[in-house]
């Protein structure tokens, strides 16, 4: 499986993004879908996480309420909403597959990642 994310950039705290992820090489359809986030000098952390069929989502709290997890599964393409920005949001973001059939944090857990797209957030 191959991921190539896009949409990152330079926003003002309070400002919005739209992170995408396009997948190629093995069915999308089958596969969980997750987005994590690593700050300069920090580990990577979970943001959010779905299912094949996109009914189950699951989030970090820090994001809870502000970024939302869909994906569109005749474009092969997962999406992060990343609304109400926090200069804390600011990370390079990767997006990632697995052949689990269950929404997980564990980073572990997924096989196949994007190159990863930077955000900045300034306050």
């Known amino acids: 499986v191959q991921l190539q994310a896009c949409g990152g950039g330079l926003v003002q705290a309070g400002g919005f993004l739209r992170l995408s992820c396009a997948a190629s090489?093995?069915?999308?359809?089958?596969?969980?879908m997750g987005w994590f986030r690593q700050a300069t000098g920090k580990e990577r952390e979970f943001v959010a996480a779905?299912?094949?069929?996109?009914?189950?989502?699951s989030y970090a709290d820090s994001v809870q309420g502000r970024f939302t997890i869909s994906r569109d599964n005749g474009k092969n393409t997962v999406y992060l909403q990343m609304n109400s920005l926090k200069p804390e949001d600011t990370s390079v973001y990767y997006c990632a597959a697995g052949s689990q059939r269950f929404v997980t944090s564990s980073a572990n857990m997924f096989d196949y990642w994007g190159q990863g797209t930077q955000v900045n957030v300034s306050s």
């Open positions: 779905i299912v094949s069929s996109g009914g189950i989502t």
């Open positions: 090489g093995r069915t999308f359809r089958s596969l969980t």
